[in-house]
């Protein structure tokens, strides 16, 4: 037992310098110094209601309007319904900036700002992002308010201890320590997921609340859980403070955000995408379409290049694309590098300003199934293919924007085809970048891909409004 002792504390002595400090004794002095600065919020909704009056009709009408007197609030004849909501904020200046999600505010009237020593101040909306979930407040102090500034999330490392503060189940002040358990999570909430997923307990009420580092940084705004019981299980998201500052800075100064735009719809790179495209490995995003007053087709980009690098920036895959983009200025010339044919090709462009109501730069929708028709000419990939007529058209709902091309009209089960997610009604414009008119071309296109003892068969296909995706399929 001793010579193990011994060599057990030999080998701990050999490993420390390979560990991180361990776990602070306590937390009590950062909780002292950031719980100040973190605010509850009251969000409360008042709809107006007017009570209907009956017709005129003598004693019955005398009645309702005494059973109106009895029960109408106080505005005469508007009845209020009021919905409130609990969430946590935290302040950012002292002259009265509050932060906090969205959705803790929603629509909204009446927000009230709570703070650790039980006052409270009313506050006005200054700008507000659905798809980041930010919203900015402000309160007019009597004094300077505690204040807490925003860290460097891009450099917190997994493993990285962290306190969240906020306003569960609307107790108030509660400190909850963890870990950053992984970075860069996407939970489907929005384009520009990024979240900083933690073990630190988050409750409902914490939504809108900072997670904090060590050195009393904001690193996070705690947003979402996940949860089958509706309380913390250990695996709580914040969206990262860079994510949110170039949110909150533009809605500081407009009062509303102002993304850039490239006027692209793109598609992720997948291994049989990388292949015929001579990429070596899934990297960048897919051109599917382009916008054609966009800032890329004025540039010269064309659907199949691939964006590899944006401003100096490296693009590693379709999801990160529009969280760079939208971080970018409005009006600022950038350097956009792509893969063409195999070879990089650098291109200038000016962005454009993203319209919050019909975005553009998005991934390409997934084709919606139509019933199939029951004949073809061509079996190709598990497809039966048939030519774009009048008829097929019509079936297929197909727009005159879709000029030419091989129609899909059944697609067999248990295929690449049906993984893709290939369905009828869907129209094959192009095999390798060479462009398809009809079924036989594309049985002519497979037929020299094997000659050149291809693998893979890049096909470029069309939904019925004329939105089109990549799909890579094995020669058969």
Known sequence: ????????????????????????????????QVTPAVV????????????????????LDDQFEEFLKRHRGPNGDNRQKRSSSLGSGFVIDAAGIVITNNHVIADANEIEVIFTDGSKLKAEVVGKDAKVDVAVLRVKPAKPLAAVKFGDSDHARVGDWVIAVGNPFALGGSVTAGIISAKNRDIDSGPYDSFIQTDAAINKGNSGGPLFNMAGEVVGINTAILSPTGGSIGIGFATPAATAQPVIEQLLKFGETRRGWLGVRIQKVDDGIAESLGLGKPRGALISGLDDKGPSAKAGFKPGDVIVAFDGKPVPDAHELPKIVAQAPVGKEVEIVVVREGREVARKVTLGRLDERNAKLAKAEEPKPAPPLTTASVKMFGLELAPLDEAARGKFQIKDGVKVGALIVKVDSDTPAAEQKLTPGEIV???????VTRPEDVEAQVKALKADKKK?????????????????????
């Open 40 to 59: 509850n919020i009251s969000a409360t909704q008042v709809e107006e209601k007017k009570a209907e009056k009956l017709p005129p009709g003598g004693q």
């Open 429 to 435: 414009t192009e095999i390798n970048r060479t462009p």
């Open 456 to 476: 893979t068969a890049l096909l470029l296909v069309a939904n019925g409004q004329g939105q089109a995706r990549f799909v890579a399929l094995p020669v058969e």
């Open 1 to 32: 037992m001793k010579l193990f002792a011994a060599a057990f504390a030999g080998l701990l002595a050999f490993a420390a310098p390979a560990f991180a400090r361990g776990a602070p004794d306590t937390f009590a002095d950062l909780a002292d």
